[in-house]
């Protein structure tokens, strides 16, 4: 990329070492997980969607989801929620746990949120958005920002409404996903939305949606101009991609992994995961990661046949040494 185009990022008064950030991903987004892709070049990482109702219940399981690892030297907290009483008092609790921001999720499209009035449904009300913003900025002093779609469906494409709404509220960045609520995760994403959206607003504006790849997150950022590119379906399995991305855009080339070095971040990642979770639970979570790691993988799918039948670490700890000896192109 051209020089113009390489500029350190800044949120909340902090510059970031690239633009390429792991978004909330519900089961992936783990203090574990978000610590190896940091470790990978990530400049930021998000954690998964956190109740704004169970955060101010003190719900064991809530307040676990909210745990960082020494590797993640900061993070970003997500909320949802449709109150803004609520999110008010939720925004208060997750102060304490020192996030670099506290991102308020507009555009989740799983029908058990929406039903709640929250993610996707805020998008039918801008004023609620607006509300809930101003709400949570009164009650703490860390940065708000917000996350949306284009809009509830084609006819009704309000996404530069709905972040003003967010913006004029005090929100200090927008992070906008190129498909309708409608769309779910299907379709293409949009990317010329996020290039308006850019140029109107006078916060920075990170991008989202079909960003599979290294380069496709380059050509997002050269496409749309934005400040940052939040990359989700593309970093499961793969945290790599924030050092390729890293690398491409400041000029370098990238390199496919050995077997060897995927088998050890693989590794690394079920090691820490058993630290907070505990090894019953880890191992159980991991099944899911595994298969995302060996996808390329010679014979990856009878690994991946006994990986789902696996619940120990010794048993990980084998398929990770047949990993290790494997033929593979590596993620992309």
Known sequence: MDESKTQTP?????????PFFLAPV????????????YEQGAALCYTEMISAEALTRSHPKTEAMLARAPEEPFYSIQLFGAKPQVLARAADVASAYHPLVIDLNCGCPVPKIVKSGAGSALLKNPETIRAIVAAMKESTDIPITVKIRKGWDESSINFLETAQAAVDAGASAVTLHGRTRAQGYGGKADWSAIALLVRSLAVPVFGSGDVLSASAAIAMLEQTSCAGVMIARGAIGNPFIFADAAALWRGGQTAPRSPAQIAA??????LRSIGFLGEKTACMEFRKQFCAYTKGFAGGAAMREQAVHSSTLTEFELLLDRMESNITEGPS
Request: charged letters at 10%; one cysteine or more; aromatic letters at 8%.
């Open 26 to 37: 519900a089961g992936y987004s783990s203090a574990a997980y978000r610590s190896v892709c």
């Open 265 to 270: 971040v693989a590794r690394t990642h079920l």
């Open 10 to 18: 800044v949120l909340a008064g902090v510059p970031l070492r690239s």
